[in-house]
């Protein structure tokens, strides 16, 4: 009797922006994927021409606007009719048998939200995160425990959500534009009920970090952005006088570092840090983010 493959019941959703240099590694050892959804958030390299020839399973959906992470993978989960998604980032890479060994902790744990396999960084040493019960904020530990194990944090880069989970939790919080995308999901699924799992057993490489060259409006927005989501995270799990604080604390600061900037003359620090010193102003006005009315 043929054993079922576990990747008939497994749809990949990735998110890329000018990707073209890391997708063949990690799209390369999706060798079992049916489906692959990726989710281009306006790439001007040839992202989407190398993916299509990494892998006959990519479907492309080309965005037209950016609103970050969690808003672009939404999108690809609205089009997944499995029960299972595995959403990776680009800069991760699946050996041999990891993504089946997810899918039968998934299947051994019919109350879990999502698994998550231990990765490995680009230096060999374990990347992995993890958060307890009434924390905010994710600790790395350098030894993962033996077996499976429960934890308050799963990272972004690589998780094997089930879909009704996921759509049970409201998926992503598309407040958050990037970075703790994946932690707010993660206290969202427990406050839920739902298990977040991490199973040692099965490894993935995570050898990320990359960088693009980004335009001045672009670097802006991103790090207006950034602060705004981890604000309004802040409000979210803290309450609103503690992320006012927050705000009023990175206000001044980054005025400090954007006057640094300035004296030095390196433009890079003194945009970054008025980007993020307006969007903390933006958030304690009452601001929306994007500029959205």
């Avoid at 497994?10 to 890329?16: D, E, G, P, Y």
Wanted: hydrophobic content about 40%; charged content about 25%.
């Amino acid at each position: 009797m043929t054993k079922p493959d576990p990747w008939d019941r497994i749809t990949v959703v990735l998110v890329t922006r000018n990707s073209e240099a890391i997708l063949p590694s990690s799209l390369g050892s999706l060798t079992g994927a049916r489906r692959i959804i990726l989710i281009d958030a306006m790439s001007t390299d040839d992202t989407l021409k190398v993916a299509r020839a990494c892998h006959p399973a990519v479907e492309v959906l080309s965005l037209t606007e950016d609103r970050g992470l969690g808003a672009a993978t939404n999108k690809g989960f609205a089009l997944v009719d499995t029960e299972y998604v595995l959403n990776i980032n680009p800069d991760t890479r699946m050996p041999e048998g990891c993504v089946e060994q997810l899918a039968r902790t998934a299947d051994a744990n019919l109350n879990a939200a999502g698994i998550a396999p231990v990765l490995t960084n680009a230096n060999g040493d374990v990347d992995l995160s993890v958060m307890g019960p009434g924390e905010r904020h994710h600790q790395a530990i350098a030894m993962p425990p033996d077996g499976p194990f429960c934890t308050w944090f799963l990272t972004g880069a690589v998780v094997l959500w089930r879909v009704s989970a996921f759509r049970d939790i409201g998926g992503f919080d598309e407040d958050i534009f990037l970075y703790n995308e994946d932690t707010d999901l993660s206290v969202r699924a427990m406050q839920k009920g739902y298990p977040l799992i991490v199973d040692p057993a099965a490894q993935g490489d995570h050898f990320g970090g990359y960088s693009e060259e980004l335009s001045l409006k672009s670097r802006i927005r991103r790090d207006r952005n950034m602060m705004w989501g981890h604000l309004n995270y802040e409000r979210k799990y803290a309450g609103a006088e503690e992320a006012d604080r927050a705000a009023r604390q990175a206000v001044r600061k980054c005025c400090g570092e954007a006057l640094k900037g300035a004296i030095s003359l390196r433009p890079k620090k003194l945009l970054t840090n008025v980007a993020k010193a307006k969007a903390a102003y933006s958030f304690l006005k009452g601001h929306t983010p994007w500029g959205r009315s």
